[in-house]
């Protein structure tokens, strides 16, 4: 079952098919929760054109912020790699953690202890109510892809992830790789 298949830490990477979606053509989304009740996820490939330091002025800081998704726009969410640094973080899985204490995090971004390798801003996430993601899955809307970077996706490049994770899918999906985001416009 599919359900089974799906983690806390996996990748789901848009099918090809998946166009005209603002939020989810061409996405790779990092699964930070899945349990019966629902999924959440992070878009991962999507910077906006927004810094910390625009949204949080005393952060004095340039790290970039990423579309997480289109639930909460209004909402600042941040995953990292140094829990020993953040309290009461939540790990995902393979040494990411989400959120913890803010207030630190500020500090620690200002007095230079956190760098763009550490952490990753998102306004908004991704979320599937109870057996939604699975019902999409079916539909062949996602690939389900096991993170291999681990903790250090974090500080991935992002400007052509989701074009990498198709090539390595290989097969039928090589074509895609270099297809024009909107294939009418071709």
């Known amino acids: 079952m599919i359900s089974e298949k799906l983690k806390k830490g996996h990748l789901l990477i848009a099918e090809p098919s998946i166009i005209g979606d603002l939020s989810f053509n061409r996405s790779v989304i990092l699964l930070a929760d899945h349990n019966k ?5 992070f878009i991962i490939n999507k910077p906006l054109k927004y810094t910390i330091n625009d949204l949080i002025p005393e952060i004095d800081a340039s790290f970039k912020i990423y579309n997480g998704g289109p639930v909460e726009q209004d909402n600042l969410y941040f995953i990292h790699n140094i829990p020993e640094l953040i309290p009461n973080s939540v790990e995902i899985s393979n040494g990411i953690y989400w959120g913890g204490d803010f207030e630190s995090t500020k500090d620690l971004i200002n007095n230079g202890s956190i760098s763009k390798n550490n952490i990753r801003f998102f306004l908004g996430y991704t979320g599937w ?27 991935k490049s992002t400007t052509h992830f989701w074009k990498e994770q198709i090539i390595e899918l290989g097969g039928d999906y090589l074509i895609w790789s270099n297809a024009p985001e909107n294939p009418y416009l071709n």
């Not at 009740?37 to 996820?41: A, D, K, R, T």
């Not at 019902?135 to 892809?145: K, P, T």
Request: without cysteine.
């Open 129 to 155: 109510d109870e057996n939604q993601l699975e019902n999409e899955m079916q539909g062949n809307s996602w690939i389900i892809a096991d993170n291999n970077y681990k903790n250090k996706i974090i500080g």
């Open 37 to 41: 009740e629902g999924s959440i996820g």
